[in-house]
């Protein structure tokens, strides 16, 4: 059974930093590629950042370009977003996700609330 838990959402100051992780199990974590999306309250889920399987390759959203970061620990089963100069507008629940190549996202976590406030 394939398993993505979030954790290291919480609150934070506006200009702060939070450093999220997602801890997978039960599949073959080096042959996924992980992705962060977000939702914030009446809004539909967006993604965030993506990373291949072997982390040679990244991708943002424009909206976090510069301030979020990506990366994989392939050893440890677990990918990470390290986001700095948080703002407002990124408050929502975040979410991990694994994707094979070519195929969609198809195993999500159950999320992980960031709320920063001004």
């Known amino acids: 059974q394939v398993q993505l838990v979030e954790s290291g959402g919480g609150l934070v100051q506006a200009g702060g930093s939070l450093r999220l992780s997602c801890a997978a199990s039960?599949?073959?974590?080096?042959?996924?590629?992980m992705g962060w999306f977000r939702q914030a309250p009446g809004k539909e889920r967006e993604f965030v950042a993506a990373i291949s399987w072997r982390g040679a390759s990244t991708n943002y959203a424009n909206s976090v370009k510069g301030r979020f970061t990506i990366s994989r620990d392939n050893a440890k089963n677990t990918v990470y977003l390290q986001m700095n100069t948080l703002k407002p507008e990124d408050t929502a629940v975040y979410y991990c996700a694994a994707r094979e190549p070519l195929y969609d996202y198809r195993y999500w976590g159950q999320g992980t609330q960031v709320t920063v406030s001004s």
């Open positions: 039960g599949l073959t974590f080096s042959s996924y590629g």
